[in-house]
């Protein structure tokens, strides 16, 4: 065997899924056939829950100073993260090209064998390894893996090769995208619907413009290279009245509003992460962090597969969680599309969805899942609320030690973290200790309400996902110690 795990892709879900395999001890080889990054930024921002992830790898501080906001919107109906907690925020104009530099530097200082300028050519997957034979500077070779997983994007040269069936809608319209400089464009972080079509606009690093636009009934059409600028600059002008044609093109694209999703995330050996695994109108720049979310979900998981800590039923669970939430992201992606790019007759729906997201209840659901904080997991029964919950940042005093519950997940093991200082529940995971680390911790400052109020303990996933709490689990510590973590040592 020439590796635990291949990766194809080396974008934020190939990088993400790297760095968290290496983080939990294996080995991992990276492929990417670009020989270097290309610079181009299809995704921009990071939701809410994206941010939380970052943090709990301690990688957000690496971005440097970042705009945030609690601002985001559905389909372009404002929502306001505010209703979902004070310190909850979007950064809105972090690049993929600068997520993509952030998290490379992370995954080579782990030792990740990053290999550019490498591309599938086929793969065989044998029931107890696969095969991938891959196209390099050198020429053709092949790597043997226990695991291979398709990170390379919507058209994903592993899905096709292992027969993934992919199926959904095709596009139905064509939206431009550019990058450009040397123009001052008012900012339309929102889609901003106008007559004929929709246009957006957000202010990007270093005196760059980010822009997309869609002119109303305008057919995808068949490209084999990105368009022409000057065929931007027509649309942007017909709809707008502003004419951009001076400006500087940095990067120039199109992409359609296609839905699709596999059927299934693993078939045997083979797995797919990100857009290799749906595709969608990117409203909301959910599809990045999607990708990010399907990776720190696999990571562990196929970790512990690979040292023999769990079963590899475990990798089950993948499938189970993430193609769920991939299901309900087209279901709101398409809802989006429709506010978004629909005709006029749409225009008494959105001022309806407008009207109800003004109720609390309502305003709390858009702005969950916008911020993608809504996603769930089965867990198990029990009336605990935080069960298969992410677990909001939780402010802690560990002895003289302050810390965060993020703080604790940095690691990249499970948590368990004792809130009253019961003795017995540290003794039962002593089994678990070489996976997980057990906490005695003292909330400061808890608020009437707040996440775990009436909450004596809780056990993380390293995903910061509540696999346990206590009171409230129809399952005992011990029962989730082994679904999670495999049995004890």
């Known amino acids: 065997m020439d ?15 790297a760095g968290e395999l290496r983080l939990a001890g294996t080995d991992v080889t990276l492929v990417e056939r670009h020989a270097r990054r290309t610079g181009e930024s299809r ?9 939380e992830v970052f943090d709990q790898r301690g990688l957000l501080r690496r971005f440097g100073d970042v705009e945030t906001s609690s601002e985001g919107h559905f389909g372009g109906i404002p929502v306001d993260f505010r209703v979902l907690g004070r310190d ?5 104009t972090v690049s993929q090209s600068l997520t993509e530099t952030v998290l490379e530097a992370w995954v080579r200082e782990l030792g990740v064998d990053v290999r550019r300028g490498h ?29 291979l997983v398709g990170c390379d ?18 596009a139905t319209t064509e939206l431009f995208l550019a990058d450009i ?46 368009p022409a600028f000057a065929e931007v600059a027509d649309t942007w002008k017909r709809l707008t009245g502003i004419d951009i044609s001076h400006a500087e093109p940095v990067w120039v694209s199109a992409f359609g509003d296609a839905s699709r999703q596999v059927t299934e995330y693993r078939r045997g050996r083979v797995l797919l992460a990100g857009d290799s695994a749906h595709v969608h109108l990117p409203a909301g720049g959910q599809g990045m962090n999607t990708g990010v979310q399907d990776a720190v979900n696999l990571g562990w998981k196929l970790a512990a597969v690979l040292r023999g800590s769990a079963p590899a039923s475990l990798l089950d669970t993948y499938h189970g969680e993430r193609h769920e ?12 599309s429709l506010l978004i790019l629909g005709d006029d007759e749409v225009r008494s729906l959105r001022d309806i969805l407008t009207d109800l997201v003004r109720y609390e209840e309502v305003g709390r659901h858009f702005a969950a899942l916008a911020s993608q904080l809504d996603i769930r997991y089965d867990v198990g029964g029990g009336d605990n609320p935080l069960l298969g919950a992410r677990l909001p940042r939780l402010e802690l005093t560990r002895g003289t030690e302050e810390t965060t519950s993020t703080r604790l997940l940095r690691s990249g093991r499970g948590v368990l973290i004792d809130l009253e200082d019961v003795p017995w529940l540290r003794r039962r995971a002593a089994g678990w200790t070489d996976r997980i680390d057990v906490v005695l911790a003292t ?47």
């Open 43 to 51: 995704g921009v921002g990071l939701s809410p829950r994206t941010m």
């Open 119 to 147: 591309e599938l050519v086929s793969l065989t997957d044998g029931g107890d390894r696969v095969e991938v034979r891959l196209r390099g500077p050198g020429g053709d070779h092949t790597l043997t893996a226990s695991y």
């Open 443 to 489: 909330p400061r400052d808890i608020e009437a309400g707040g996440p775990v109020e009436g909450t004596s303990a809780v056990l993380l996933r390293p995903d910061g996902h509540v696999a346990w709490a206590a009171p409230g689990s129809h399952h005992d510590l011990t029962m989730a110690l082994e679904r999670w973590f495999g049995p004890a040592r």
């Open 88 to 92: 909850v925020r979007a950064a809105r």
């Open 3 to 17: 590796t635990p795990v291949v990766v194809v892709g080396a974008g934020p879900t190939g990088l993400m899924l």
């Open 153 to 170: 994007g919507g058209h994903s040269q592993v899905r096709k090769a292992a027969g993934f069936d992919f199926p959904g809608t095709p």
């Open 325 to 336: 939430v991939g299901r309900r992201l087209l279901a709101n992606t398409r809802a989006q």
């Open 181 to 226: 400089r040397g123009v001052d464009l008012e900012p339309r972080m929102v889609a901003h619907r106008i007559t004929g079509g929709m246009v957006m606009v957000a202010r990007l690093e270093e005196g760059v413009h980010r822009i997309i636009v869609s002119e109303r009934g305008a057919p995808p059409r068949r490209r084999t290279e990105p």
